[in-house]
């Protein structure tokens, strides 16, 4: 199409670590919307240094916000899916500004790549964040989009988890357990949540 080219472009700057300045490029399409900057900063003060050494996954990554940051600030590697071909491009571009070594991209419908990625951070032996941050409208589509995340959650192991975290509309009831994770923490902003989940304390 010929308005692709006309795409606005905004920006937002990796906020801590290695990269911290570093600017990512986030194109102004409804399927993809950067996490505010002050979720993620609140997200990363709940990890802090915990991310370390650890796998990152961003489901629905859009130009790769979150999980750069988690790069810069330290994380073994980054696995990044994204289905929508301007924001792709983005995510690669960004990616090349900060350390192309630890970060691994997925083009196609998340839903359908989640498997593949879960096998791959499982077979590192390395424990793994996962962030979701589903695109969604407020009339049709929401439930369906939210039900598969969960389902999909539902299928991660506490041996492999070190935390899930789901960015969503705050009118939203996520439910207080999910597969072999429970609800930790759950932060409001405005019309955005984040809920937090771990693998079930015995």
């Given at each position: ?6 795409i ?12 911290k300045?570093k ?5 102004d ?9 002050i ?34 600030r330290?994380?073994a ?5 994204e ?28 839903f359908?790549n ?22 969604f ?13 969960i ?26 357990n ?25």
């Amino acid at each position: 199409m010929k308005h692709k080219d006309k795409i606005k472009i905004f920006t937002t700057s990796i906020i801590g670590g290695d990269f911290k300045g570093k600017k990512i490029e986030i194109p102004d399409i409804s399927t993809t919307r950067s996490s505010k900057g002050i979720l993620k900063e609140s997200f990363f003060n709940t990890i802090q240094f915990e991310i370390i050494d650890k796998n990152f996954v961003e489901v629905f990554a859009g130009s790769g916000s979150v999980g750069l940051e988690a790069v810069s600030r330290g994380a073994a590697g980054s696995y990044f899916m994204e289905y929508n071909k301007t924001a792709f491009r983005c995510l690669e571009s960004n990616i090349k500004n900060t350390d192309p070594s630890r970060c691994t991209t997925f083009y196609g419908d998340s839903f359908e790549n989640f498997d593949n990625v879960y096998e791959i951070v499982k077979k590192t032996g390395i424990k793994t964040y996962f962030y979701f941050d589903p695109p969604f409208s407020t009339r049709d589509g929401m439930d369906d989009v939210y039900d598969k995340t969960i389902s999909l959650i539902e299928n991660i192991k506490p041996e492999i988890c070190e935390m899930v975290t789901v960015e969503h509309m705050t009118n939203l009831d996520m439910p207080k357990n999910i597969g072999e994770l429970e609800l930790v923490k759950r932060k409001k902003f405005g019309r955005s949540t984040m809920s937090y989940y771990t693998p079930v304390s015995n």
